[in-house]
């Protein structure tokens, strides 16, 4: 009774778009619906190449033989702000490198900490005073993009390795971190990243799940086909000379690896990943301090993908494969409100009585939920990335990654239009630090 009609229904001469003349609203809905469909196929296309190139394609170490050398001097930064639970534990990390001594300096970033972090880092210059060289930072903008822009004037070489405190580098990392900067025409490294605290509790346990994802797979197979492989920000490094030829160090973003990623390789300098250079990090323990890690993340990101789109997508540095991978990575955290956006549109037409529509659709939902989660970790990533690094009993924990994805695409929603407040309202931008778990090392 007063139902609208099944409009949606093809009848040989018709399609699944309705009628712009006889119903418009539903049609602008279902064309809508339409582009959005086909932007997550293009995501769920990438996933699925990237498995299986890491499944069955060439892998790319190029430069992780490089043993004996004539060793850059580089320095190395650590960046830390209420460090004190962490930070012991990476500068005796790096003390312990097999990096000849009198060829690296360390340099470890205070940022105005209110805890105990300055007199840790004091005390170990006291003892290491030829080796450590503290930048005690107390004014000048927030953020770590600030505060390492600051102290990279105080570099030492044309090298510098970038560690957040809370990380624990391996003996040998150092020699396969720099080993790609022989290659004259390489800016960045970054090396794999692995939670240390994976078994706390669920939603480590997840988290490592993405990571795995994210670098087994999605970094790999990036290096693989010569695509986009993207300097994280820490467990990596950077060519000063190369970055001071793309403008310098930005400090008004808060994805300051993202920003340099994108502006070295469209200027013409490749980015190197490194899948067996493996550094320790703690993961967020709790799902408060992950939504803050994943909102800066949206936030800074977003900033690098309206500022840097239109230059990537037009420079004649890059291949087309490269182009295309770059602007896919620009525009990945834009994709969650895309697709909250498509599930409106989809509840919209179903009670507008376009059935017929959304059925056929249905599998290229479940392929719109399939393929996306978090920042780049697909579900089928996920899987392939545990089965490489052979603990298949990770995988009894997949359907619970269904939460992870709900909360990243609400989290990343909301980065969004916060961005957008930011720049209307012309906020300043707020720096969360994300908590650290580890117990207080000994002094």
Avoid at 10 to 26: I, N, R, W
Avoid at 382 to 396: E, P, S, T, Y
Wanted: proline fraction near 4%; include cysteine.
């Amino acid at each position: 009774m007063g139902a609208l009609p099944a409009f949606a229904q093809t009848d040989g001469a018709g399609g699944l778009v309705p009628s712009f003349k006889d119903y418009p609203v539903a049609a602008v809905m279902a064309s809508a619906l339409f582009l959005i469909v086909i932007t997550m196929m293009a995501y769920g296309v990438r996933h699925f190449m990237f498995t299986m190139n890491r499944l069955t394609g060439a892998q790319r170490h190029p430069y992780i033989d490089i043993a004996v050398a004539r060793w850059p001097m580089i320095t190395v930064y650590i960046a830390a702000h209420n460090e004190e639970k962490v930070i012991a534990g990476c500068i005796e990390a790096l003390l312990n490198t097999d990096y000849p001594a009198d060829r690296i300096k360390i340099i470890p970033v205070n940022d105005r900490s209110a805890d105990a972090t300055g007199e840790i880092i004091d005390s170990y210059v006291a003892r290491f005073p030829s080796r450590i060289s503290p930048f005690h930072r107390t004014i000048g903008k927030a953020g770590k993009s600030a505060a390492l822009k600051d102290a990279l004037h105080f570099a030492e070489g044309d090298i510098a390795i970038i560690f957040d405190a809370d990380y624990v580098p391996g003996r040998g990392l150092l020699k396969q971190l720099v080993a790609p900067f022989f290659d004259p025409e390489v800016g960045a490294v970054m090396g794999r990243v692995v939670p240390v605290n994976s078994g706390a509790n669920l939603l480590t346990r997840m988290l490592d799940l993405e990571r795995s994802a994210g670098y087994q797979v999605d970094q790999q197979a990036r290096m693989n086909m010569n695509l986009m492989p993207q300097y994280g920000g820490t467990v990596g490094g950077v060519r000063l000379s190369a970055v001071e030829a793309v403008g310098g160090w930005h400090d008004d973003t808060l994805a300051e690896d993202t920003d340099i990623t994108f502006r070295l390789m469209l200027n013409g300098w490749k980015t190197v990943y490194t899948n067996r250079s493996e550094c320790y990090e703690e993961v967020p323990e709790d799902w408060g301090v992950r939504i803050k890690q994943v909102t800066r993340w949206a936030k800074g990101h977003n900033q690098v993908m309206v500022r840097y789109w239109w230059q990537f997508a037009t420079s004649s540095y890059l291949t087309l494969g490269q182009r295309l991978d770059g602007l896919l990575l620009l525009f990945v955290f834009v994709i969650p409100l895309v697709m909250l956006v498509g599930w409106l549109l989809a509840l919209g037409l179903y009670f507008l009585n376009a059935g017929s529509l959304l059925s056929t659709l249905i599998p290229i939902f479940a392929l719109m939920i399939y393929g996306t989660l978090g920042n780049f970790a697909a579900f089928f990533e996920i899987v392939v990335a545990v089965l490489i690094d052979g603990n298949r009993r990770r995988l009894r924990l997949l359907p619970f990654n269904m939460l992870g994805f709900l909360v990243s695409l609400f989290a990343i929603s909301g980065a969004v239009w916060s961005l957008l407040a930011d720049r209307i309202f012309k906020r300043d931008m707020v720096w969360d630090k994300t908590v650290r778990y580890r117990a207080k090392a000994a002094e």
